[in-house]
C-alpha cells in the first residue's frame, strides 16, 4: 500500500503564483519529513525538511506546513518561477530501528511554471 | 568533487546479460541505498548498507545483488536482467536517521 500520498499528480501555476503540493501519512511512527526537487537527468535533491514538532518551516521562498493530528502535510512555493518547474516527491522516515532508516517516497508532482 | 558519483550514467543491455552499476560518495556517510525510479517517476527502496552491513532488503529479485567493500562504495550487479529491470537506478548517501539523502545522478538502465 502507499504509505504516502503525494496530490497533485501535475500542476501548472503561472509566474509569480503560489504552487502547493499536499502530501498524506498512513504511519504514525514516521518523525522526519523532507521534500526532493528533481530536474529532469538528475538525482532528487533535498529541498526542505520538516519534523512533528513544529507546525511550519520556512526557508525562502520554500514553506512546509504540517499538521500531524491530520497526518498531513504540504509544500508551499511563493512567488514560483520557470525554474523551479521540476518533479516534487514529499517522503518520510522512521525511526531506524521501526523501519531500517528507509525514506518512503510519494508519487511525485510534476510542476510546470508559465512564464 | 561530486558527492555521491554512480557509473555508468546510461547502460543499454539485451535480456539475459549480466550488469553492474558502481557507486562512491566522498561525504564520510556511513549509510549508502539503492532506489529505483520507473517510468511513472515512483522511487523505490531496494536496500541500504550501514558500514558494509546490510541493513535493508526490500523484496527485489534475488537477481539483484548490492555489494559494499568499504563504506564508501555500494555496487549493485544484476543477473540475467528483464525488459522489466529498465528504470533509472540511484544511489544515495546519508550520515544518520533524520538527515536527508544525497542522491546520485542516476543509471539509465535500458534492456532490450
Known amino acids: 500500500q502507499q504509505q504516502v500520498k503525494q496530490s497533485p499528480q501535475s500542476l501548472i501555476v503561472q509566474k509569480g503564483g503560489i504552487s502547493i503540493i499536499n502530501c498524506a501519512y498512513e504511519n504514525t511512527a514516521f518523525d522526519y519529513f523532507p521534500w526532493y526537487q528533481q530536474f529532469p537527468g538528475k538525482g532528487p535533491a533535498l529541498l526542505i525538511a520538516i519534523r512533528p514538532d513544529v507546525s511550519e518551516k520556512k526557508e525562502g521562498r520554500f514553506t512546509i506546513s504540517f499538521n500531524k493530528s491530520a497526518k498531513q502535510f504540504s509544500l508551499h512555493i511563493m512567488d514560483s518561477q520557470p525554474g523551479d518547474s521540476a518533479t516534487y516527491f514529499c517522503?518520510?522516515?522512521?525511526?531506524?530501528?521501526?523501519?531500517?532508516?528507509?525514506?518512503?517516497f510519494g508519487t511525485g508532482t510534476r510542476l510546470a511554471v508559465r512564464p | 568533487d561530486t558527492a555521491v558519483s554512480q557509473t555508468p550514467k546510461y547502460l543499454v543491455t539485451q535480456m539475459g546479460n549480466d550488469k553492474s552499476i558502481k557507486c562512491e560518495q566522498n561525504l564520510g556517510h556511513d549509510t549508502m541505498y539503492w532506489y529505483k525510479q520507473d517510468s511513472k517517476k515512483f522511487l523505490k527502496i531496494m536496500f541500504s548498507y550501514n558500514n558494509k552491513e546490510l541493513i535493508i532488503n526490500e523484496t527485489v529479485p534475488n537477481r539483484f545483488s548490492p555489494k559494499s567493500p568499504d563504506k564508501a562504495h555500494l555496487n549493485l550487479h544484476i543477473n540475467s536482467l528483464e525488459l522489466g529491470d529498465s528504470a533509472v537506478y540511484f544511489c544515495?548517501?546519508?550520515?544518520?536517521?533524520?538527515?536527508?539523502?544525497?542522491f546520485g545522478s542516476g543509471t539509465r538502465l535500458t534492456v532490450v
Open positions: 544515495a548517501s546519508s550520515p544518520r536517521t533524520g538527515v536527508g539523502y544525497t
Open positions: 517522503a518520510a522516515q522512521g525511526q531506524k530501528k521501526s523501519s531500517g532508516d528507509k525514506l518512503t
